[in-house]
Structures are given as structure tokens and as C-alpha cells.
């Protein structure tokens, strides 16, 4: 069995172990805020006793875009610093093998947002959930396909497929 330390990774594999981490951290950090203001009602009174009823498709959509934009940079600053440490092999072209590791895990990871898609649409048919709410679940769903596809290539590349 293959050991795992930093000298016998690639930068193919390192940048696909990278980017699953970044995906699998905004997720973790942006899904379960963003599920709860989902869920909640967002009216209530003021300390003062004046209703207020706060825009939860916009602050919803602020979350979104953060999280997108957050991804983005991790995504930057990882690479850039693999990149230096990886300096001989992050300038070389993608190769056949490299083709099809990317084709495979794509493969996979457009399996898996395809049953996901499904499953929201039958949830929201079949539970009736608000509109805002099954954006979310959709939303989760690519960012689990993204996760999938990273995680893929990366034990694609480990198994020399």
C-alpha cells in the first residue's frame, strides 16, 4: 500500500487534495448558516415593538456569493503556493492519463449531481418545502458533486488509473 507524504505527491494530486479541502471548508462553514436562515421566518419586533420583516432572498443570496468568492480565493492562495513548492511540475501540460483521470472523475461527480438534483425535486414535490430552501439543498448538491469530483481525481491519480 502506498504512504501518503508530500514527496510522493504530485501537483495533480496535491492540487486536487487542495481544492477538496477549500470546497469541503466553505461547505461546512456556509451550509449550516445558510440552512438556518432558510428555514427561519425573519419577521419579528424590534426592541422598540416595530415589526420588521428582513429580505431573505437577498441575505441569502450575499451567502451565496461570499461563499463562491470565498472558494475562489482559497482556491488561488492554495495553488499559488503549490505552485512554488511544485515548481518543476506545475508549469508541464496535462497529459492523456491526465485527460482521463479528469474525464472519469467528472463522470462521478456529474452522476452524483444529477441523483442529487432528483432527490430536491422529489423532496420539494413531495414535502413541500419553500423555494429558498430547496435553492439550498440544489446549492449543497454541487458543491457535493465538486467535493466527489476533487476526492476522485485525486484516488484516481493514487491508483495510477
Known amino acids: 500500500m502506498k504512504t501518503l507524504s508530500l514527496k510522493h505527491i504530485s501537483f495533480r494530486e496535491m492540487s486536487a487534495l487542495g ?51 470565498a472558494l475562489a480565493v482559497l482556491q488561488i492562495i492554495y495553488h499559488i503556493v503549490i505552485a512554488i513548492l511544485w515548481r518543476r511540475e506545475a508549469g508541464e501540460r ?22 442529487g438534483l432528483c432527490a430536491v425535486v422529489w423532496i420539494l414535490l413531495a414535502y413541500n418545502i419553500s423555494s429558498i430552501v430547496a435553492a439550498q439543498y440544489a446549492y449543497m448538491v454541487l458543491f457535493a458533486g465538486e467535493l466527489i469530483r476533487y476526492a476522485a481525481i485525486f484516488v484516481y491519480y493514487r491508483l495510477s488509473v
Open 19 to 69: 481544492s477538496a479541502v477549500a470546497v469541503a471548508l466553505v461547505a461546512y462553514l456556509y451550509f449550516p448558516e445558510a440552512l438556518m436562515l432558510a428555514n427561519s421566518t425573519l419577521h419579528g419586533l424590534l426592541p422598540n415593538g416595530n415589526p420588521y420583516v428582513m429580505d431573505k432572498a437577498g441575505m441569502m443570496m450575499r451567502y451565496a456569493v461570499g461563499s463562491v468568492i
Open 94 to 115: 496535462a497529459d492523456e492519463r491526465d485527460r482521463m483521470v479528469n474525464l472519469k472523475a467528472g463522470r462521478v461527480a456529474y452522476l452524483v449531481m444529477v441523483a
